[in-house]
């Protein structure tokens, strides 16, 4: 049922407990997608619906604890987990409240996620009620400090999401041709992703203007592609519930000499980020190591950690001093500006190995690539 | 930019602001994606990335305040809002937690959702932070009122995706075939909504099993569909921001008698909600008129609302006592057990009219469909 095998969950366990042991916690509370399918394996697009909390206690000793939505009790106990706790959400006056505060009795000091990147899934008016009565505190990074390292089957997935990023990517020149919408190319760029094995698509974000793009974040507009754009597509979609992000550009007809050498720019930071990669270097040594090249400003992020979630930690910045340690994973995403307002953007997967790297994504070329 | 005009989110600020002088609150403090959106318009996936919070504050009198990351600053521009306060996101150490202390300063009295379905998209860590500088209360449930009451330029956008889902519906037989692995149903399923119009495929569900199903929140097998399976697919797709959330089921090959009767209960059940629903009578009635033909118990959800998030308030249960208004958008998702451990699901979207109901989603034949 769960994509690894139960030592996988049960090491994730230890290590915790370990974690916990020194930091004298009793126990940990979850209440995200990512942090209760990190111990357990449960994977469902059921977190989709913003109605119903999901709980899981990870105790000092012993297996965890889910208190759960009596939907999801028989895919949890499909996953290992043998304590399972249902109340028949929804519930609104009593959201599985009582039964999360029943279950964390037996442990004094309980933690929970509270750093940078974490958030909290349940309200704010169930979360005073739990605090009156069992006041919670931060978890001294250990969820953080347990997910930054990804395990060899971790790995394994990662890579699977990259090749089928990279199968899709290799399609786009099929559909997206001069005068086809962008909207229409974020569509079969998706339909592309799925068709070469993603589960699903939860982000597809890009670009496409004259010379380089300013803005990556709106949706795509209906304009068409035409000679002169940049296309850019970046892509994060998952399979077995691990991630890829990474993106490609295509110059639509022969590319500028300012589009040619910004890409040059581009590949030639990422090469450098990766070369500088290694145990016991830091993110801000592999910022340093692509904005020596783009000429980065000291706010500007240019990649960041990768695997269960889109984003996660460290972030490749000026300020971020996190340790690479072997078996994390890295997306490299330098940007450049070509001039004012004008963009591009580069992104490739990575894996920290004992004497380096690795590359998940299959590096583009230099050169950018060339739709006609 | 925004797909609305602005008057749309001008009215929807000035009842926000009315609401708050009749519940004593100087401002509204907001987190969440379909919150910001709500009276912004500013729609973008990026909020897949967990690492970065965005905050919105309206206040009593005036327009609203973005505090948020510097890459969203033009994107929120573009959709009219006229304060814009940044920061260099991820910043470990300040997430814009002083920027919106600061926001925030001339506002006595700051709500935030807390309420059923409510969540806090930030890190606990920055949320005490803030309560230490600045105590947030509950926003008296004036976003849940507001949003639970779609205007007529939603309703439009959301029977636009439910459309799309018709539309892709309509092509499953081309491609669920007896010998199809159910994986690759949900590939194509995806894809078909893209290719009908979907922007995004947020919420792919289903099942497929012999004479009946049993669980339909686990992600598809790679069991190859086989005669007399139902299949049923339950589809979350978003165009412009908006959701549908309805479902179909087939019988592969001749439906068994009990099969056939379960989507008679089904239909007959549906149909009695959408006869129930008008303005004055509550969440409970519909849930009341679907229970009694198909045996419902007390602890199960039959439908609930539905708009910028996947599920809204209200729930159809034996125990939501909301009172439907004109505008309230709804799923009619009644479930029939045909043996132990063997289920149906049917799903419908309508809107409530003055008058009664709309279908917004193109209602099912009462005879289930058959793919030979």
Known sequence: MSIFPKTEYAARISKAQAMMAEAGLDAILLTTEP???YFTGYLTRFWESPCRPWFLVVPASGGPIAVIPSIGAELM??????????????QPDDEGI?????ALAPFKRVGTPMGQQSSLRMPLADWSKLNAAHPITDDAGIVRRLRIVKSAAEIVQIKAACAIGDAAFANV????????????VYRDTQSACLQSGADWVPYLAGAADQGGYGDVISPASDKPLAAGDVLMLDTGLVRNGYFCDFDRNWSIGAPSAAVAKAHHDLFDATQAAFTATKPGATARDLWTAMADIVGATETGRLGHGLGMSLTEWP?????DETVLETGMVLTLEPSVEIEPGKLMVCEENIV???NGADWLSTPVTRDIMVIE
């Open 315 to 319: 972030s490749l910045t000026a300020q």
């Open 173 to 184: 020149p099929n559909f997206a041709k001069p005068g086809t919408a962008l909207s229409q």
């Open 35 to 37: 942090e209760v399918r």
């Open 77 to 90: 106990a499909a996953h290992g987990v043998q304590d399972i706790r249902t109340w028949p959400a929804p």
């Open 352 to 354: 920290v190995t004992d």
């Open 98 to 102: 009582s039964l999360l505060i029943d």
